[in-house]
């Protein structure tokens, strides 16, 4: 089964919620807004995508980050996991998980390959 990633009110999550509810596919969604987002998961996401990938920098969460606090972030993949636990709005969405691997943010086409 696919398990997407995200925040509920999001306008790239509503249109994978209505791609994959279009194309059939069963999923199950992990609002990390809610329920927080394990280290291990954070780690695997940046281990199979790397952190250009999964870190948001051009959202207003990262903006609003002192010039200290982003370089904390980046110095270390365990400070960056630190920091996308605690600023959840920092990553990516959605991040849909499936037996082929990770697609992160919306890609229509992507999505349309696991029907």
């Keep these: ?25 069963a999923y199950e969604f992990h609002d990390y807004k809610k329920h927080g987002i394990d280290p291990e998961t954070l ?3 940046l281990e199979a995508q790397g952190e250009s990938l999964i870190l948001n920098k051009k959202g207003t969460t990262w903006r609003k980050l ?5 370089q904390h972030a980046l110095s270390s993949q365990d400070n960056l996991i630190n920091t996308l636990a605690t600023h959840t709005s ?10 082929q691997g990770y697609i992160v943010g919306f890609d229509e086409a992507a999505y349309r390959t696991l029907a």
Excluded: T
């Design 43 to 45: 780690k695997a996401w």
């Design 66 to 70: 002192s010039e200290p606090e982003q």
């Design 1 to 25: 089964m696919l398990k997407i990633y995200g925040i509920k009110n999001c306008s790239s999550m509503k249109k994978a919620f209505d791609l994959l509810n279009e194309l059939g596919l």
């Design 90 to 99: 920092l990553i990516k969405r959605p991040v849909l998980h499936s037996e």
